[in-house]
């Protein structure tokens, strides 16, 4: 997965800036994300000097980043999630209607990456919408492996869109492009086949 240095950048594109206090250094910020408790690393921060409406202790860098961006009540209403097939699969991940992450792998293990991302993530509800362009039977096979249930969008879902220009941040490859075009269009237009993932959370 992706570290927090190749996130943030993404993030900050959407309003979310995320600061690296050293230890001792006062901070001010909406939400902290501090060491986990009973770790090594917590000896070394002081709270005590963080001025933040939540704290946030999860351990695992992946779920803490989630964590503090799903809002207080800890978990997102709606995960959404598409896929680019190709000959890589774009990816990219939405909560709550912001852009959490992307990416291209290869077709054939764009289903534990899926799996991988939902096992991380909080939701109250998660959908996983396919786009059906060339590598789509590899790409289905994989998330199907990978017991990730999706739903199927035609190609024409992946195409340019002049409303979502403004939402998308800037992002030159352009399947990851066609995967957030996805994600909106299977959230706002639905899709050929309809399934659903456990809930978790």
């Known amino acids: 997965m992706r570290g927090l240095r190749e996130i943030a950048p993404l993030l900050e594109e959407q309003g979310v800036l995320i600061i690296y206090p050293a230890p001792g250094e006062p901070v001010e910020a909406d939400v902290a994300v501090a060491p986990p408790k009973g770790s090594p690393e917590e000896a070394l921060y002081d709270l005590s000097v963080v001025s933040a409406s939540r704290v946030i202790y999860t351990p695992g860098f992946k779920n803490a980043l989630f964590d503090a961006l799903s809002g207080p009540s800890g978990r997102f209403e709606s995960v959404i999630i598409g896929i680019d ?117």
Do not use: W
């Open 85 to 201: 097939p190709g000959r890589d699969c774009g990816f990219s991940v939405m909560g709550d209607g912001m852009l959490l992450d992307m990416g291209k792998v290869p077709c054939n293990t764009v289903g534990p990456r899926v799996s991988g991302v939902i096992g991380v993530i909080k939701y109250k509800s998660v959908k996983v919408y396919l786009g059906d362009g060339p590598g789509f039977e590899e790409a289905a096979a994989s998330l199907s492996a990978a017991g990730v249930e999706y739903i199927v969008l035609g190609e024409e879902y992946t195409s340019t869109h002049g409303q979502l220009h403004a939402t998308i941040p800037r992002i030159r490859d352009k399947d990851v492009k066609a995967a957030i075009r996805i994600a909106y269009r299977g959230a706002y237009s639905g899709g050929r086949l309809a399934g659903k993932v456990p809930r978790r959370g």
